[in-house]
């Protein structure tokens, strides 16, 4: 953790998206700014078919740690809404969901 997914609408994504940049500057903010183990973040686009509201959505789920306070998520949800801004060029709808350690079963 963190796992972040990026659904974004099919007709809009276009040659001009930097999504490898995007990966880059999202998994730098996740071990730099979350102190995630960069082996421990998950970036996954899902094309999607638009519905209503902004034409991006970005859900970031992740592990509570005392040292990810108030704070430091305000911090990383600004600089992902910058890296958005920068590489994909849309709108988008911004959320994080943080698990208690104790609540979350995984593999690999």
Request: aromatic letters at 8%.
């Amino acid at each position: 953790m963190p796992n972040i997914s990026i659904m974004i609408p099919e007709s809009e994504m276009t040659s001009g998206m930097q999504l490898d940049q995007f990966v880059s500057e999202c998994t730098k903010l996740c071990t730099h700014v979350l102190k995630a183990k960069r082996n421990n973040v998950n970036i996954q686009f899902i094309k999607t078919t638009p519905g209503f509201g902004l034409p991006v959505s970005i859900e970031i789920k992740y592990r509570l740690e005392p040292f990810r306070t108030a704070e430091i998520m305000t911090s990383f949800l600004l600089g992902l809404n910058s890296c958005v801004a920068k590489t994909i060029q849309l709108p988008a709808r911004i959320r994080c969901f943080g698990y208690d350690a104790s609540n979350i079963y995984a593999l690999n």
